[in-house]
């Protein structure tokens, strides 16, 4: 495979930056994009994100910038990292200088709040058929992939030659890309493990101990299995990395900010609250809204999702979500 010339990452949050660090250290050209100029102005002066990831210095090849238009006919690969609630206006950003030369690759985890659509179908409405597109997903916390501890992640597109592409562009030995033709598998998994991590963290707020928060995993992941078959993904998908390996991380460590926000809601604050608290991205909260109208118009039972959502939409007490799902009728344990 050649070198690419350079590479175009648009998200500067902590997930942007730190894969910029991650594609970086490949000795690439990295051209980090974010929608703030001052933000992006702070960047450039600081070389480093001290909003996000305060003690990852930039290396000379990652440059931040405000505008990436007279980048477009340079580069070939572009990888989105910002929030689900920008992904479509990003694409929109950029679908007037997309050429047959480009791949798109994204690493946002989310699906469309609006239409429920998963982010390829987005992507495909905006773009068509012919940009080779690509998803990241599996348990990576930003600063652990800033610090370039080991991480491992899945790499999906429907074209395997295109995912082996992508998973080349990041593969290094603190970050191993493995690769999967199950682009719907792998979205869902890092879409709903986020509601399930708001489960284990309001689990963990009230202080219910260490063998309801694995229920809550072991059992959330039967939820996810459900409805990511439903909706055309494959089962070993969610026994992976994208699947069982996000979800156990982000219900199970403090650097997870949708763990941290029902841990937040347990104490009995708002919802506007907890989200101020975490201060970041919380995308278990649309994930969840979503999920369960996905899971109810295919007819799929998701009561862990069901009950976060209550909790959500105000509905029910952390509390009260919690005795409802121990209420629940006994039945054989199945997927
Ligand atoms: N952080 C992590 O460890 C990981 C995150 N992810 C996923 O990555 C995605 C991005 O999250 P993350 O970087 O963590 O979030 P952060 O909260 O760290 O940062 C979000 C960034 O996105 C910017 N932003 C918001 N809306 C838009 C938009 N419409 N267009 C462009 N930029 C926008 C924000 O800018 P401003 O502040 O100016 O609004 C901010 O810089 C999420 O889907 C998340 O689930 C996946 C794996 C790991
Ligand atoms: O997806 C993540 C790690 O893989 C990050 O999770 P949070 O968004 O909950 O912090």
Known sequence: MLSPSALLVLGAGSWGTALALALARRQYPIYLWGKDPAHVHTLQIQRCNQRFLPNAVFPDNLYAITDFVTLMPIVEDIIIVVPSHGFRETLKKIKPYITKNHRLCWATKGLEYQTGLLLHEVARAELGDNIPLAVLSGPSFAGEVAAALPTAVTIAAQDIENAHHVAQLFHQASFRAYTSNDMVG??????????????????DGLK???NTRAALITRGLSEIVRLGIALGGQRETFMGLAGLGDLVLTCTDNQSRNRRFGYALAQGISLEAAQAQVGQVVEGIHAATITHQLAQQHGVEMPIVNHVNQVLTGQSTPLEAAQALLAREPKPEML
């Open 186 to 203: 792998v979205q869902i998994g890092g879409a709903v493990k986020n509601v399930i991590a708001i489960a284990a963290g309001i689990a």
């Open 208 to 210: 219910m101990g260490a």
